[in-house]
């Protein structure tokens, strides 16, 4: 089992109020850089969480381990494989967000109740997605959405891994006054 990374999350957190700041996390990848604009009106603990696992380093050197063209990029898993996360998971928000290119949404398994650190970035329009999985936030701006539909057409293998790995070299969070 992966150690539980929820204590060194809610320290980061201390700091974190969105009724003051707004907050944007931005991936610098092997491909390009993301920003990602973070939704706490509709979805609050998955802005928390990302915010969090960014701000101590989690993303830091994880891969991106599922690319489906015309669907999602997926990334967060601390092995690589889809199968981790930090050791903890939180509650469904699921909200009337469509799931369109761009958008931010939370991973999961079976159970709603079960995302960690996986999230996936909408490569274009998925309505059976919607209301199923936590929106919690979009792409900040057309080269962040470029550098998100330009992973999404690397070569893949057999299980959707690209077969040159996609990275995510660092991780930080901007918080702008409002």
């Keep these: 089992m992966p150690a539980n990374r929820r204590a060194d999350v809610d320290k980061a957190l201390a700091d974190v109020d ?14 390009g850089k993301i920003l990602l604009d973070v939704y706490p009106d509709d979805a609050p603990g998955h ?16 891969i991106f381990h599922r690319v489906i063209p015309g669907f999602v990029i997926q990334v967060g898993c601390p092995q690589g494989t889809g199968t981790g ?5 939180i509650k469904a928000e699921f909200n009337k967000i ?10 999961r398994t079976n159970d709603p109740n079960s995302a960690g650190s996986q999230f996936f970035i909408c490569l274009d329009r998925v309505p059976h997605l919607d209301n ?3 929106v919690f936030g979009k ?20 299980g959707d891994k690209p077969k040159t790995p996609v990275k995510i070299n660092s991780a930080k969070v901007i918080a702008t006054p409002k």
Excluded: C, R, W
Aim: glycine share 10%; proline share 6%.
């Design 98 to 107: 469509p799931h369109e290119a761009g958008i931010l949404s939370m991973a």
């Design 47 to 62: 802005a928390k969480n990302l915010i969090g696992l960014t701000k101590i380093g989690f993303y830091d050197g994880i």
């Design 85 to 89: 996360g930090p050791g903890y998971t």
């Design 18 to 31: 969105f009724s003051k700041n707004t907050y944007q996390v931005e991936f610098d990848t092997t491909m």
């Design 132 to 134: 199923q999985y936590t």
């Design 139 to 158: 792409t900040a701006n057309q080269p962040s959405l470029d550098v998100v539909l330009k992973i999404g057409s690397v070569p893949t293998d057999h």
